[in-house]
């Protein structure tokens, strides 16, 4: 299949924030959805709003281990009171009688704040005299009590579809009673390495040969991109392997991911059975680490080829892979955050591509945020990225910088992290 001309792809580099629409304009989210029980919802998307079918709280209740009473009771012409104690309320066990003139009631934080009483004094204001309690006055009226309703009342909305639930999102569901939740079905990523060099992990390596890394990176990365992943392992540069490879994770799977071979005019078969078996675009970015990157369709499935570089393919996956992955789950998109940091030491650049440098981001004696490099930056020097937290963004005419020049760090993310 020939591949067809693409108004997005350009002899000269783009820039990486100008790619990133571009590059998200060719998927699209998934529309199947499954009801999972709440146990198995973390990591999921969620497919729908959800509105409560509670008050939260559901009743009035005591913030503080202490003694409720009323208000009015008090004597405002003292600092303290004394009231009598009538009974105890404790969570799940409320006080059963009836509220009464000059009188207090025994209350653990939690416990239900029974009608007619309303407020609470906290234990460490008070003092136990026989059947009486002296209570220091609070504030006001209220004080110690949360209300019902004072979070959400019945019919507010509390999460939205295309947020990814996560442990606060799990105890919120179940706080209002929610059992179970309709959520996208996870996104089914294929992804293979080629290339004859490659031996995997355990093996001797003879001259001339590697260990297939990347693949392992990429699996890791896809497990914390919480899809469902099929490793299909190193393929031979063999043209008809290589075809069969792309078949097999084309029908099996939403995304197809390789890494290396993606380069324009590279001496391998990668990318002629790429421009046969599918409809490719290969882009020349201004990223560093980076610049070579594919995408297209193989059949119904999506493909983006990486770097081969290990670093390259890290940053490319991070940069490029992981917001198509969001938009194809049916993620909200968020912005990535970024923060300026003092550079500890200097950087050696070349104008004209977007680098992405590896760097510590910590704080230093006076609270400011200062970020060193990991040394030196190579993309296949994999241990850059073990020992990081944080890119270093350095814009694209940008040359070499300083140390003490103020910088914007991008922190690493739950996919890197």
């Given at each position: 299949?020939?591949?067809?001309?693409?108004?997005?792809?350009?002899?000269?580099?783009?820039?990486?924030?100008?790619?990133?629409?571009?590059?998200?304009?060719?998927?699209?989210?998934?529309?199947?959805?499954?009801?999972?029980?709440?146990?198995?919802?973390?990591?999921?998307?969620?497919?729908?709003?959800?509105?409560?079918c509670i008050d939260l709280?559901?009743?009035?209740?005591?913030?503080?281990?202490?003694?409720a009473f009323r208000f009015?009771?008090?004597?405002?012409?003292?600092?303290?009171?004394?009231?009598?104690?009538?009974?105890?309320?404790?969570?799940?066990?409320?006080?059963?009688?009836?509220?009464?003139?000059?009188?207090?009631?025994?209350?653990?934080?939690?416990?239900?704040?029974?009608?007619?009483?309303?407020?609470?004094?906290?234990?460490?204001?008070?003092?136990?005299?026989?059947?009486?309690?002296?209570?220091?006055?609070?504030?006001?009226?209220?004080?110690?009590?949360?209300?019902?309703?004072?979070?959400?009342?019945?019919?507010?909305?509390?999460?939205?579809?295309?947020?990814?639930?996560?442990?606060?999102?799990?105890?919120?569901?179940?706080?209002?009673?929610?059992?179970?939740?309709?959520?996208?079905?996870?996104?089914?990523?294929?992804?293979?390495?080629?290339?004859?060099?490659?031996?995997?992990?355990?093996?001797?390596?003879?001259?001339?040969?590697?260990?297939?890394?990347?693949?392992?990176?990429?699996?890791?990365?896809?497990?914390?991109?919480?899809?469902?992943?099929?490793?299909?392992?190193?393929?031979?540069?063999?043209?008809?392997?290589?075809?069969?490879?792309?078949?097999?994770?084309?029908?099996?799977?939403?995304?197809?991911?390789?890494?290396?071979?993606?380069?324009?005019?590279?001496?391998?078969?990668?990318?002629?059975?790429?421009?046969?078996?599918?409809?490719?675009?290969?882009?020349?970015?201004?990223?560093?680490?980076?610049?070579?990157?594919?995408?297209?369709?193989?059949?119904?499935?999506?493909?983006?080829?990486?770097?081969?570089?290990?670093?390259?393919?890290?940053?490319?996956?991070?940069?490029?892979?992981?917001?198509?992955?969001?938009?194809?789950?049916?993620?909200?998109?968020?912005?990535?955050?970024?923060?300026?940091?003092?550079?500890?030491?200097?950087?050696?650049k070349q104008p004209g591509?977007?680098?992405?440098?590896?760097?510590?981001?910590?704080?230093?004696?006076?609270?400011?945020?200062?970020?060193?490099?990991?040394?030196?930056?190579?993309?296949?020097?994999?241990?850059?990225?073990?020992?990081?937290?944080?890119?270093?963004?350095?814009?694209?005419?940008?040359?070499?910088?300083?140390?003490?020049?103020?910088?914007?760090?991008?922190?690493?993310?739950?996919?890197?992290?």
């Amino acid at each position: 299949m020939s591949v067809k001309a693409d108004p997005c792809s350009q002899p000269s580099l783009m820039h990486p924030d100008q790619a990133i629409p571009l590059l998200l304009e060719q998927v699209s989210p998934i529309s199947d959805t499954e009801v999972v029980l709440l146990p198995h919802a973390l990591g999921r998307v969620l497919a729908e709003n959800l509105a409560s079918c509670i008050d939260l709280p559901p009743f009035d209740n005591s913030s503080m281990d202490g003694y409720a009473f009323r208000f009015a009771d008090l004597q405002h012409q003292t600092e303290q009171t004394a009231l009598r104690l009538i009974g105890s309320s404790f969570a799940g066990h409320g006080f059963a009688g009836a509220a009464q003139a000059n009188t207090c009631i025994r209350i653990m934080t939690g416990a239900p704040v029974p009608a007619g009483y309303d407020t609470v004094q906290m234990q460490e204001e008070t003092q136990v005299q026989g059947e009486f309690i002296l209570i220091n006055h609070p504030k006001g009226k209220g004080a110690n009590v949360r209300c019902r309703g004072e979070e959400l009342t019945q019919g507010t909305q509390v999460l939205n579809a295309g947020i990814q639930i996560g442990a606060a999102e799990l105890g919120v569901l179940a706080t209002i009673g929610v059992s179970q939740v309709r959520v996208y079905r996870q996104l089914k990523v294929a992804f293979f390495s080629t290339g004859d060099e490659l031996r995997p992990v355990g093996s001797e390596l003879a001259p001339g040969q590697i260990y297939d890394s990347n693949r392992y990176s990429i699996q890791g990365l896809l497990s914390r991109a919480n899809v469902e992943w099929l490793d299909l392992g190193v393929v031979i540069d063999d043209p008809e392997a290589i075809r069969q490879a792309f078949r097999q994770a084309a029908s099996q799977s939403d995304l197809v991911l390789t890494s290396g071979g993606v380069s324009v005019g590279e001496a391998d078969f990668t990318k002629q059975i790429l421009d046969e078996e599918g409809q490719i675009t290969f882009w020349k970015l201004a990223i560093k680490p980076g610049k070579p990157f594919a995408m297209g369709r193989i059949g119904k499935a999506i493909f983006c080829g990486l770097p081969g570089n290990p670093v390259s393919s890290m940053v490319t996956f991070y940069k490029l892979v992981w917001p198509i992955l969001n938009k194809m789950q049916g993620l909200t998109p968020k912005a990535p955050l970024m923060l300026p940091a003092i550079l500890t030491t200097p950087v050696r650049k070349q104008p004209g591509r977007v680098e992405y440098q590896r760097g510590i981001l910590s704080r230093n004696s006076q609270g400011e945020l200062e970020v060193a490099i990991t040394g030196s930056q190579g993309s296949g020097m994999l241990t850059s990225m073990s020992l990081a937290n944080c890119f270093v963004l350095l814009e694209q005419f940008q040359g070499d910088t300083l140390a003490g020049t103020k910088v914007t760090v991008e922190p690493f993310n739950s996919v890197l992290c």
